[in-house]
């Protein structure tokens, strides 16, 4: 009888978007550990499925099924006993699609934008979803807030806003950047032919350096602001104020006929 009863039982695990939405049939994750820690104080994990309807089999005795499709999750107890045994899981899940634009609907390459996604709640506690998502993917969550934060470029063009998912729903969402994408050169006239092996820094007028290159033409993104450029040739220095303003990608030409000495420590 002992060995009967000990006997793997045929388990049928299925999982819904909302309560009453058909049952989804891929891209699920299917974890089954035992309640009892292991010796390292973690769950054992004792079976696993990717099917969107999971069929395993399981000893009687108790369990901790938890479900994943995208970044949606649910972890829910079960009971094994003698004889088939099937549960069905509701994830209470919605999508997030994301974009960004710079105000005014001037459109933003999709290789320059990055996303992350955190939960909601105060700065300390919330905690990182996903880092580096692209635009226009899409981003499967538990219905609830999240915090997104969109990067334009890899300088200093950040908005940050809070979203809500619905369950169910597939929510898009666009957040504008006050930034413009800027391109360097080092001429001898005003709009002259860009001058060659350049050493490039931008700092802000607190004097941090947030941008370097080396080059004839470099291109980066900044947020709107007033910039101090440094173009290095040689063992001359040239410099320029300049302003970005929200807007389409334009050039900063820095004139040779400003030299400030040698280069700044």
């Known amino acids: 009888m002992s ?7 045929p388990v049928t695990l299925t999982a819904r978007i909302t309560a009453d939405a058909a049952p989804i049939p891929n891209g699920l994750v299917w974890r089954i550990f035992d309640t009892k820690p292991a010796a390292s104080g973690e769950l054992a994990l004792v079976a696993k499925s990717d099917d969107g309807e999971a069929a395993i089999e399981l000893p009687p ?20 006993v003698p004889g088939a045994n099937s549960k069905s899981f509701v994830l209470d899940a919605g999508a997030l699609r994301l974009n960004s634009a710079v105000t005014g609907d001037i459109p ?20 990182m979803i996903g880092e580096g998502l692209l635009a226009n993917d899409i981003v499967t969550l538990n219905a609830g807030t999240y915090h997104i934060v969109s990067h334009f470029g890899t300088v200093n063009a950040v908005v940050r ?36 092996d350049v050493e490039w820094t931008v700092k802000t007028t607190d004097g941090a350096t947030i941008f ?10 900044l947020a709107a602001g007033d910039y101090l450029v440094l173009a290095k ?24 006929t400003v030299y400030s000495g040698p280069k700044p420590q």
């Open 61 to 80: 005795g108790e369990y901790v099924v938890h479900v994943a499709y995208g970044r949606a999750q649910a972890s829910e107890t079960m009971s094994v």
């Open 3 to 9: 060995a009967l009863t000990s006997a793997p039982q």
């Open 212 to 221: 370097s290159d080396l080059g004839a033409f470099p291109t980066t993104v």
């Open 108 to 127: 933003i390459p999709a290789n320059l934008l990055k996303f992350d996604i955190f939960t909601g709640g105060t700065e300390g506690s919330r905690q």
């Open 233 to 256: 040739q040689g063992d001359q220095v040239f410099n320029r104020e300049f302003q970005v303003q929200s807007g389409s990608p334009h050039d900063v030409e820095v004139l040779t």
């Open 161 to 196: 806003a809070d979203l809500r998912v619905e369950p169910g729903q597939l929510t898009d969402a666009t957040l504008y950047h006050h930034a413009s994408q800027i391109s360097f050169k080092l001429v001898s006239e005003p709009g002259g032919e860009a001058i060659a």
